[in-house]
């Protein structure tokens, strides 16, 4: 059963548009979600994180938006850039979690073109 | 600063066989986690480390166990290899929330 889901396998956008890619969850006890970014051959690097206290996270081109009734999150990109295509991954940790794991979602392919 | 290593990069092991993961702890990260990453999914917990005590699992058998040392870096190690052990095998060392994540280790078992 995922906790953490990403529907969206894959999405398009063209340079300088706005990239809005999706996670939901289901876990109630899930308290902190983060974005990573990942490109082949190289690690999860962290992008942007927010705490279930607040709704919205912003960090220069990226911002993080919570519903927390509808237990969604949305990562947006403007304006996005070629240098943004990669793998995006949804992740969530909670008080439920053995230590500080993180749960991730199966990622979202980001394909921004010029 | 330094970041997070892992070695070696790539294997291929028998079926059957043992394996040791290696993992580098970044500076001032007293906890070591470790995920597997199957082709197309996202990364799996697998388990959590602080201060050399294991003190996370996740749904994995105990073939897979692991080590942190005094120096924090880390060791993942799994016997009996299956098939499906196949994966990109990732560590990450943290403080709190603040992760750092190695580039991984491609484990393949033929």
């Known amino acids: 059963d995922q906790q953490v889901k990403q529907n969206s396998p894959s999405l398009s956008v063209q340079e300088g548009r706005i990239s809005i890619l999706n996670c939901d969850y289901t876990n109630s006890m899930f308290d902190y979600f983060l974005w990573y970014k990942k490109y ?5 690097t962290f992008l942007i994180s927010i705490s279930s ?5 912003e960090d220069g081109r990226f911002t993080v938006f919570l519903n927390k009734s509808a237990k969604h999150l949305s990562l947006h990109i403007v304006p996005s850039q070629p240098g943004d295509s990669a793998v995006y991954f949804c992740a969530a940790s909670g008080q439920d979690q053995a230590g500080t794991a993180l749960i991730f ?3 979202t392919t980001l394909s921004v073109s010029s | 600063e330094t970041g997070v290593t892992q070695s070696p990069t790539h294997l291929i092991k028998t079926r059957g066989q043992q394996v ?4 580098s702890s970044q500076s001032g990260h007293n906890t070591v ?9 996202g990364p799996q917990f697998i388990f959590q480390y602080y201060r050399e005590e294991e003190n996370g699992r996740g749904n994995f058998p105990p073939r897979f166990s692991g ?8 060791e993942l190690n799994v016997n009996a290899l299956e098939l499906d052990d196949s994966a990109l ?7 709190a929330y603040g992760y750092t994540f190695g580039s991984g280790t491609r ?4």
């Open chain 1, 40 to 44: 082949p051959a190289e690690g999860p």
């Open chain 1, 53 to 57: 206290i607040k709704d919205k996270n």
């Open chain 1, 105 to 107: 979602g199966k990622g």
């Open chain 2, 20 to 23: 040791t993961l290696r993992c």
């Open chain 2, 33 to 41: 986690s470790w995920y597997q990453q199957a082709l197309g999914q």
């Open chain 2, 67 to 74: 080590l942190q040392f005094p120096n924090y870096s880390s």
């Open chain 2, 89 to 95: 095998y990732l560590c990450a060392s943290s403080f």
């Open chain 2, 107 to 110: 484990l393949t078992v033929v």
